[in-house]
């Protein structure tokens, strides 16, 4: 580059974008640039270059100081290898976070690194860093596409390939639609020159009579909105070539064929809380005038897209029968249209970011941080790629709150996004008041509840109804985690046996036993012991008479009709009664209604006002205001003794689909099972969803687990609880 060339672009930079730093910071900055060219092999092109990127970043997004001057200091920093610490010396810490930011991305490519790879998990660790690391990478590739002249036929494919696969899909997911339909017209030049003559071409020679009908439609328009007492501007906006070229392809016609070669842009001026009245009568002006497609309506100003855009989009019949798009939208939101996320800044009291782009940006960095389980990174792949160029879907809580999903998201995305327990414990959903179950794929506008159920776990093929890498990360660590759980209880239910029959663990024999028994690992041992698939009254007697005299099975078996002991066993194997506080024994007590305590469950008392105590599972709803309030009338209370044939009521919730016979299956069961007995039933109806409930009587919780697990096979249940 001459010198001269260098100056005009110093001081076009320092004339404006030189105001924007502070005094201190750009005296410098002058300093290092100085220093840096006489001392260092820093060449004015790559100079040149850099003032340009913050000139674009400036003036046509609105990023402020901190990226300007990281934008320059990169370039320094990056040839000469400087520390980081001198920039965050002499210019802050923010400037010097960009400047690293950028290194990191900058880094891969010097290495010829391909965006599709492995790598790309460190791309995206610098992305989720700082929004504007983004915003710059964006800009740069912007001022090469502006100079790809200069470049080698090779490096100009490549690099055109490159900014229509990645950074105009991106800008376009940031909102920035100007930089974006001028990286996709640049990038259409380079790939396909003759295509992108022979459009511009065209438009040149229909120029004349395009801008006599645009004229001939804002016309009659603009006299009616000025007559409406509306502030605005109105002008005619002949589309991108890259956006005919697509309508050509997509429609298979010839250029003379593509009709919508332009959009009318009417712009309002008014304060922000008249915006979406404005917009919606100068929409009823256009409507009045001219006949509306309302397939073709679209309503970008009561749901904004997840990149901030707002706009009304409505296709009219114009003059001459013909289709003309009209756009109406507000000064802030054109701005906001043209400048994406950095507009935001303006409005929103100098916040760094939208609030949209925060979330996503969080998400991301969430998912990286977190990792997912697999080495490859796929899963954060597939999820980038379906942010940058799938389309979303807005759904509505019960109160009203609009969250944010990608298209062919499911029930779990959402209960999942929400909450890891509430997706932990999702069981289905009523959206839009009828009953769905977890796999439903949501739609925009949807009204969603999520049902959940305290005994719901994820399981393994959840991962075939989730799309999102959040969701699927939190299955399986869930996965993992319950198998490790059940591990630990099952190694705690041997060692308990053991020393019940005073043995002694021999890590040996335990791991000649589970390979015997065909497990893989010790862990799937202890999982199937928990689970109740080994008979430990046979693995005793190994223990005891030697391997070789007792044979196992080969394989795992069922323990059907093997009662373990259980805890409860264990506590009320002594006289039957009901221990309050300290050991005290008949003491007048009633069972509150407000839970219906059955013998076994985890139980306390309350010295009621009478005298008398109060029995209460700890799960009582009425439990924690009573323990916060009354913690002095609180006794501690257990059970004790086996149950000698109490008869407890107790009613049961039962929620399913509404299917063919499944009523009646569940009281079959019920029916059948022992020292149990139905007292009332009563079932609704609804949307494809029953809810039933019953009145049993029992004689201890542990009848009621039992039947639970029981209920819970049937085809078609949901969700079953004590109430």
């Known amino acids: 580059m001459e010198k001269r060339d260098f100056l005009r672009v110093y001081r076009d930079f320092m004339d404006v974008e030189g105001r924007k730093i502070d005094a201190k910071y750009l005296k410098r900055l002058k300093e290092d640039i100085r220093r840096f060219t006489t001392e260092y092999d820093v060449t004015l092109d790559a100079l040149a270059k850099s003032m340009r990127t913050a000139m674009i970043a400036h003036r046509e997004i609105s990023l402020g100081h901190h990226s300007i001057e990281a934008i ?48 790309f998990r460190k791309l995206l660790i610098s992305f989720a860093r700082d929004v504007r690391v983004i915003m710059i990478m964006i800009v740069e590739r912007l001022d090469t596409m502006r100079n790809l002249e200069g470049y080698v036929e090779s490096e100009q494919q490549e690099i055109a390939r490159e900014v229509s696969y990645l950074y105009a899909p991106l800008a376009h997911r940031m909102g920035l639609y100007g930089i974006k339909t001028e990286l996709e017209d640049l990038s259409l030049k380079y790939t396909s020159r003759e295509v992108y003559k022979d459009i511009a071409h065209k438009l040149n020679e229909t120029k004349r009579s395009r ?44 250029f003379e064929k593509v009709y919508d070669l332009f959009a009318i842009r009417i712009i309002i001026d008014c304060p922000v809380e008249r915006e979406k009245a404005a917009c919606w009568q100068a929409f009823s002006v256009v ?43 507000t000064e802030r939101m054109d701005e906001v249209a043209e400048k994406g996320v950095a507009a935001h800044w303006k409005y929103k009291g100098g916040k760094s970011d939208s609030a949209q782009m925060d979330e996503w940006l969080k998400n991301l960095r969430d998912l990286l941080e977190q990792g997912t389980g697999d080495e490859d990174g796929a899963d954060v792949m597939n999820e980038f790629k379906m942010q940058l160029y799938d389309d979303d879907v807005f759904v509505f809580t019960p109160k009203g709150d609009l969250h944010q999903l990608h298209r062919g998201a499911t029930v779990l995305d959402f209960a999942f996004g929400i909450h890891s327990k509430i997706g932990s414990q999702c069981m289905g959903a009523i959206v839009n008041g009828k009953y769905v179950s977890f796999k439903y794929e949501l739609q925009n506008g949807d009204q969603v509840e999520v049902l959940t159920s305290p005994t719901q776990t994820p399981r393994a093929d959840w991962l075939n109804w989730t799309k999102t890498s959040k969701a699927r990360s939190r299955i399986k660590q869930a996965l993992k ?42 862990s799937d041992f202890y999982v199937a012991i928990n689970q109740e698939k080994v008979n430990l009254l046979q693995l005793r007697d190994w223990f005891v008479d030697g391997f070789e005299q007792q044979e196992l099975p080969a394989q795992p078996r069922t323990a059907d009709g093997f009662e373990q002991e259980t805890e409860l066993q264990r506590i009320t194997a002594k006289d039957d009664a009901l221990v309050i506080d300290r050991n005290l024994k008949n003491v007048d007590y009633t ?43 609180i006794v501690n209370a257990r059970w004790a003794g086996g149950s000698t044939g109490g008869e407890y009521t107790t009613t049961i919730r039962i929620i399913g689909r509404d299917d063919i016979g499944i009523v009646t299956n569940i009281t079959s069961v019920i029916s059948k099972e022992p020292g149990v007995n139905m007292r009332s039933i009563s079932v609704d109806s609804n949307a494809g969803l029953f809810e039933g409930t019953i009145t049993l009587v029992v004689h201890q919780a542990s009848q009621l687990e039992t039947l639970f697990k029981k209920i819970r096979t049937i085809k078609g249940v949901k969700q079953i609880f004590r109430v």
Request: contains cysteine; hydrophobic residues 35%; positive net charge.
């Open 72 to 119: 320059l200091l990169y370039t320094l920093i990056y040839k000469t290898g400087t520390p980081l610490s001198y920039v965050e010396e002499r210019y802050g810490e923010t400037t010097a976070e960009l400047v690293e930011g950028l290194m990191r991305v900058y880094d891969l490519y010097s290495r010829k690194v391909a965006v599709e790879s492995e790598n």
């Open 591 to 633: 069972l509150a209604r407000c839970c219906n305590p059955i013998y076994g469950d985890e139980i306390f008392g309350f010295v009621s006002v009478t005298g008398g105590i109060k029995i209460h599972k700890k799960d009582c709803p009425n439990a924690p205001q009573l323990i916060s309030r009354f913690g002095y009338r």
């Open 481 to 522: 985690e319950a198998e490790h759980k059940e591990a630990e209880n099952g190694r705690e239910t041997l060692l308990r046996r053991l020393k019940n029959w005073k043995l002694e663990f021999d890590d040996s024999l335990i791991g000649r036993a589970y390979r015997k028994l065909g497990y893989k690992t010790l």
């Open 211 to 254: 801008d006599a009908y645009i004229k001939k439609f804002i016309e009659p328009v603009k006299a009616r909105l000025e007559a409406e007492g509306l502030k605005f501007s109105i002008k005619g906006r002949t589309k991108s070539i890259h956006s005919i070229w697509n309508k050509i392809r997509k429609q298979q016609v010839p």
């Open 287 to 329: 409507t009045d005038m001219y006949t509306a497609n309302t397939k073709r309506l679209r309503d970008w100003i009561s749901v904004p897209k997840s990149n901030g855009y707002e706009s009304l989009h409505v296709t009219v019949m114009g003059p001459e029968g013909k289709w003309v798009e009209v756009q109406i939208r």
